[in-house]
């Protein structure tokens, strides 16, 4: 039977439809970055000649290339002598530029950006303090007592995870500029978080119209008149997460797949996650433990379909009581506002502000910062894994009762 009900998903039109249409947009939306594509490819060579950590060592060589480059530089100008690289990128008048391969000067260029980024690397992450940090957060979020209390406690662990990123040589590790490329943004933020919200839309979707299929058709007095009827809809809920996981999975594996079919990461694969050279913001990337980079891609798209996964059970459960899948989608909508917004109501002295936090929909709107302690307010190492268990039991619990409640529900 459960196969039966899949069947009824993978027949429908409009979510096959909907699952090309949005492929289709994810394409479009990593396409418009492409022309940024062919300076972000200067960093593979410098991998291949420096290696994949800037190392003192490292920078030492990459400064005795960088010197040679200005005298290459030098040796193209006849009316003045630079003194650094950094005078000579900087110079809007210099002639010199017209005059050299444009290879050879985004070469320069690129090595001299790497160097200088390498170079800040250990005097910032000394200078970094969290546990100062902590203070301005408090200030920024109007916290006070017990809720205060949590982000000092929570600020000293991260004070204690910087120095393992330090002890470990994470922070010193290659990767694409985030200041310059933004690469992190765009993959998590701008990507991932379309891409959540699209698989969202075909989960409640092709939930709601299994379950409420028999109802839609008018078929219901006769199908769960039977013995076997009332069971059907433990099937509706496996045959519900089957598909979602399948969607989810078809959806997020293409647009993994073009997109790294795009961008060039096979140098990269096994470089930190928590890098220096990455931050695009005042605060670097910081994840809870040592990762590779291909190691957070796996959790984030882990994560990405377990979600799915309770948005699918929670309108499994919507439509056993309203029976309709179209108001099953606007129940669906109205509690996605209500958890959004009910955060923003608690104050700034109960640890209610924080308790709030744990919900699916929440997590969904910040999947750049998953897994990493750049979000204030879900800043616990275990944030993602304790909101996927506190509405798993839960919705394990509501299922049962519900399909109590449908045994006994009165069919007309």
Same mark, same amino acid.
Not at 41 to 62: C, H, V
Not at 210 to 224: I, M, N, P, W
Not at 308 to 330: C, G, P
């Given at each position: 039977?459960?196969?039966?009900?899949?069947?009824?998903?993978?027949? @429908?039109?409009?979510?096959?439809?909907?699952?090309?249409?949005?492929?289709?947009?994810?394409?479009?939306?990593?396409?418009?970055?492409?022309?940024?594509?062919?300076?972000?490819?200067?960093?593979?060579?410098?991998?291949?000649?420096?290696?994949?950590?800037?190392?003192?060592?490292?920078?030492?060589?990459?400064?005795?290339?960088?010197?040679?480059?200005?005298?290459?530089?030098?040796?193209?100008?006849?009316? %003045?002598?630079?003194?650094?690289?950094?005078?000579?990128?900087?110079?809007?008048?210099?002639?010199?530029?017209?005059?050299?391969?444009?290879?050879?000067?985004?070469?320069? $260029?690129?090595?001299?950006?790497?160097?200088?980024?390498?170079?800040?690397?250990?005097?910032?992450?000394?200078?970094?303090?969290?546990?100062?940090?902590?203070?301005?957060?408090?200030?920024?979020?109007?916290? @006070?007592?017990?809720?205060?209390?949590?982000?000092?406690?929570?600020? %000293?662990? +991260?004070?204690?995870?910087?120095?393992?990123?330090?002890?470990?040589?994470?922070?010193?590790?290659?990767?694409?500029?985030?200041?310059?490329?933004?690469?992190?943004?765009?993959?998590?933020?701008?990507?991932?978080?379309?891409?959540?919200?699209?698989?969202?839309?075909?989960?409640?979707?092709?939930?709601?119209?299994?379950?409420?299929?028999?109802?839609?058709?008018?078929?219901?007095?006769?199908?769960?008149?039977?013995?076997?009827?009332?069971?059907?809809?433990?099937? %509706?809920?496996?045959?519900?997460?089957?598909?979602?996981?399948?969607?989810?999975?078809?959806?997020?594996?293409?647009?993994?797949?073009?997109?790294?079919?795009?961008?060039?990461?096979?140098?990269?694969?096994?470089?930190?996650?928590?890098?220096?050279?990455?931050?695009?913001?005042?605060?670097?990337? +910081?994840?809870?433990?040592?990762?590779?980079? +291909?190691?957070?891609?796996?959790?984030?798209?882990?994560?990405?379909?377990?979600?799915?996964?309770?948005?699918?059970?929670?309108?499994?459960?919507?439509?056993?009581?309203? %029976?309709?899948?179209?108001?099953?989608?606007?129940?669906?909508?109205?509690?996605?506002?209500?958890?959004?917004?009910?955060?923003?109501?608690?104050?700034?002295?109960?640890?209610?502000?924080?308790?709030? $936090?744990?919900?699916?929909?929440?997590?969904?709107?910040?999947?750049?910062?998953?897994?990493?302690?750049?979000?204030?307010?879900?800043?616990?190492?275990?944030?993602?894994?304790?909101?996927?268990?506190?509405?798993?039991?839960?919705?394990?619990?509501? @299922?049962?009762?519900?399909?109590?409640?449908?045994?006994?529900?009165?069919? @007309?």
């Amino acid at each position: 039977m459960i196969r039966y009900e899949m069947k009824k998903v993978f027949q @429908s039109p409009l979510l096959l439809g909907l699952l090309l249409f949005f492929t289709g947009i994810n394409v479009l939306l990593m396409a418009e970055h492409l022309p940024s594509r062919g300076s972000m490819n200067a960093l593979s060579d410098i991998l291949e000649r420096y290696g994949g950590l800037a190392t003192e060592e490292t920078l030492y060589t990459m400064e005795g290339d960088l010197k040679e480059g200005l005298v290459w530089v030098n040796s193209h100008v006849e009316s %003045k002598r630079y003194q650094t690289l950094n005078e000579a990128f900087n110079d809007p008048s210099a002639p010199w530029k017209e005059s050299i391969p444009q290879e050879r000067y985004e070469q320069l $260029q690129n090595l001299h950006l790497y160097n200088e980024t390498g170079e800040q690397a250990n005097a910032f992450y000394r200078e970094l303090d969290f546990t100062t940090l902590s203070s301005s957060v408090i200030q920024q979020y109007g916290l @006070s007592g017990g809720a205060a209390d949590i982000v000092r406690s929570q600020f %000293k662990k +991260i004070e204690e995870r910087k120095q393992e990123v330090i002890a470990n040589d994470e922070h010193l590790s290659f990767f694409f500029h985030g200041l310059t490329y933004e690469m992190h943004t765009f993959l998590f933020k701008d990507i991932g978080l379309v891409l959540l919200f699209e698989i969202m839309t075909l989960v409640v979707l092709l939930s709601a119209y299994v379950s409420t299929y028999e109802f839609e058709q008018r078929t219901d007095l006769v199908v769960f008149s039977t013995k076997r009827g009332r069971k059907l809809m433990r099937d %509706k809920l496996a045959a519900s997460l089957c598909s979602a996981s399948i969607f989810a999975g078809s959806l997020t594996g293409l647009t993994m797949l073009v997109y790294f079919n795009f961008y060039d990461y096979s140098q990269l694969w096994h470089s930190s996650f928590s890098n220096y050279f990455m931050r695009e913001t005042p605060l670097p990337y +910081i994840s809870w433990w040592n990762l590779s980079f +291909i190691e957070y891609v796996g959790l984030f798209v882990a994560l990405v379909i377990i979600v799915q996964l309770i948005f699918s059970a929670i309108s499994w459960f919507l439509s056993i009581w309203i %029976k309709n899948s179209y108001l099953v989608y606007l129940a669906f909508s109205v509690l996605f506002g209500l958890l959004i917004w009910i955060p923003g109501l608690m104050p700034g002295h109960s640890l209610m502000i924080f308790a709030a $936090q744990f919900n699916p929909f929440t997590l969904m709107l910040n999947p750049h910062t998953w897994f990493t302690v750049n979000n204030p307010m879900t800043m616990f190492s275990y944030y993602e894994l304790m909101t996927i268990l506190i509405w798993g039991i839960g919705l394990f619990g509501l @299922s049962l009762f519900s399909l109590y409640c449908f045994k006994w529900q009165e069919i @007309s």
